[in-house]
């Protein structure tokens, strides 16, 4: 049987394991891969190709990086490669409808949440943040509107008490790669048949969920199990911060809740045998920060942090 003509399209690492498994398919010809152009890293401003780019490189795959979801290069790759089914994967560009219904078997999608809960970019930050204890991978057919297509198949992840947005898309990684290739050759073939979603227990998840803004700790405003969440989602980026009384800013890294009695403002530091303690909002519960970064200096641990600075403890 012909290996069936495919594109990849994709930006972030978190996509590599599955163009690799595509690469490695007989069933699948990966003729094209689709990514984000060269971005400005570092204090230099060095324009880096994104994981993605790399990673086709590496296996021999024609790389395009359209600067727009109207780049003429979408059509270009549809005329030279004439691809039946693209896979999709944290690619950071909407696709056009006219660019989708050119695919014979549609653009397949993989998402980080079971849909229709938490359609969007931060599926991951947000499940941990809400407090949700399991979240999962959807398979999905693409349309033009964010995450709304007819589903393939599901797989349900548990969220451990301590996950954080890293150790999650560690677990959920492999599963969606494995998910995937369970699914693309049932639909390719006709054999699997796509659900619609149901829309009306549709939730929702935006890049600006996770600004640098929305990062600064709202003590006085949120509960203290809200702010231990924050600190795991947040990771590896815009992480968690706050505001010192002597002005310093500190990003917060690592942290758990402690039971404690404190009489203290939320935010506050708090006394405790030369740990970096916050007070919350509940009077019983402190948030110990283990790890912080103040601004302009390395990571440390609170401790350290703590011993070097002139701060007063309450």
Same mark, same amino acid.
């Given at each position: 049987?012909?290996?069936?003509?495919? =594109?990849?399209?994709?930006?972030?690492?978190?996509?590599?394991?599955?163009?690799?498994? &595509?690469?490695? $398919?007989?069933?699948?010809?990966?003729?094209?891969?689709?990514?984000?152009?060269?971005?400005?890293?570092?204090?230099? $401003?060095?324009?880096?190709?994104?994981?993605?780019?790399?990673?086709?490189?590496? &296996?021999?795959?024609?790389?395009?990086?359209?600067?727009? @979801?109207?780049?003429?290069?979408?059509?270009?790759?549809?005329?030279?490669?004439?691809?039946?089914?693209?896979?999709?994967?944290?690619?950071?560009?909407? &696709?056009?409808?006219?660019? !989708?219904?050119?695919?014979?078997?549609?653009?397949?999608?993989?998402?980080?949440?079971? &849909?229709?809960?938490?359609?969007? @970019?931060?599926?991951?930050?947000?499940?941990? /943040?809400?407090?949700?204890?399991?979240?999962?991978?959807?398979?999905?057919?693409?349309?033009?509107?964010?995450?709304?297509?007819?589903?393939?198949?599901?797989?349900?992840?548990?969220?451990?008490?301590?996950?954080?947005?890293?150790?999650?898309?560690?677990?959920?990684?492999?599963?969606?790669?494995? !998910?995937? /290739?369970?699914?693309?050759?049932?639909?390719?073939?006709?054999?699997?048949?796509?659900? *619609?979603?149901?829309?009306?227990?549709?939730?929702?998840?935006?890049?600006?969920?996770?600004?640098?803004?929305?990062?600064?700790? *709202?003590?006085?405003?949120?509960?203290?199990?809200?702010?231990?969440?924050?600190?795991?989602?947040? !990771?590896?980026? *815009?992480?968690?911060?706050?505001?010192? *009384?002597?002005?310093?800013?500190?990003?917060?890294?690592?942290?758990?809740?402690?039971?404690?009695?404190?009489?203290?403002?939320?935010?506050?530091?708090? @006394?405790?045998?030369?740990?970096?303690?916050? @007070?919350?909002?509940?009077?019983?519960? =402190?948030?110990?920060?283990? =790890?912080?970064?103040?601004?302009?200096?390395?990571?440390?641990?609170?401790?350290?942090?703590?011993?070097?600075?002139?701060?007063?403890?309450?």
């Amino acid at each position: 049987m012909e290996a069936i003509s495919t =594109i990849f399209i994709g930006t972030s690492a978190e996509g590599i394991s599955t163009l690799d498994a &595509l690469a490695a $398919a007989k069933q699948f010809a990966v003729n094209a891969v689709i990514t984000q152009p060269d971005k400005p890293t570092g204090r230099k $401003a060095v324009l880096t190709p994104s994981d993605i780019n790399m990673k086709a490189q590496e &296996l021999g795959i024609p790389v395009f990086t359209p600067q727009s @979801a109207d780049d003429p290069v979408y059509q270009e790759v549809l005329d030279h490669y004439k691809p039946a089914v693209a896979v999709t994967l944290a690619f950071g560009q909407f &696709l056009r409808k006219s660019f !989708l219904e050119s695919l014979s078997r549609g653009c397949v999608n993989v998402h980080y949440s079971l &849909l229709p809960v938490l359609r969007g @970019a931060v599926p991951v930050q947000m499940a941990i /943040m809400q407090g949700l204890r399991e979240t999962g991978v959807t398979v999905q057919l693409m349309e033009e509107t964010m995450d709304t297509g007819p589903i393939l198949s599901q797989e349900k992840v548990p969220i451990g008490p301590r996950e954080t947005t890293p150790s999650l898309k560690d677990i959920l990684i492999p599963v969606g790669c494995e !998910l995937l /290739m369970k699914s693309l050759p049932g639909w390719v073939s006709g054999q699997l048949q796509p659900v *619609p979603q149901d829309d009306s227990h549709a939730t929702y998840c935006y890049m600006h969920d996770i600004s640098k803004e929305k990062a600064q700790i *709202p003590w006085k405003t949120e509960s203290a199990e809200h702010i231990d969440r924050m600190v795991r989602a947040l !990771l590896p980026w *815009p992480v968690a911060w706050t505001i010192l *009384p002597d002005g310093t800013t500190v990003k917060i890294f690592e942290a758990h809740l402690e039971r404690k009695s404190v009489k203290a403002e939320p935010g506050d530091i708090v @006394a405790g045998e030369k740990q970096l303690m916050f @007070a919350t909002l509940d009077a019983e519960t =402190i948030l110990n920060a283990t =790890i912080v970064q103040p601004a302009g200096k390395n990571k440390m641990s609170g401790e350290e942090f703590l011993r070097g600075s002139r701060l007063t403890t309450h």
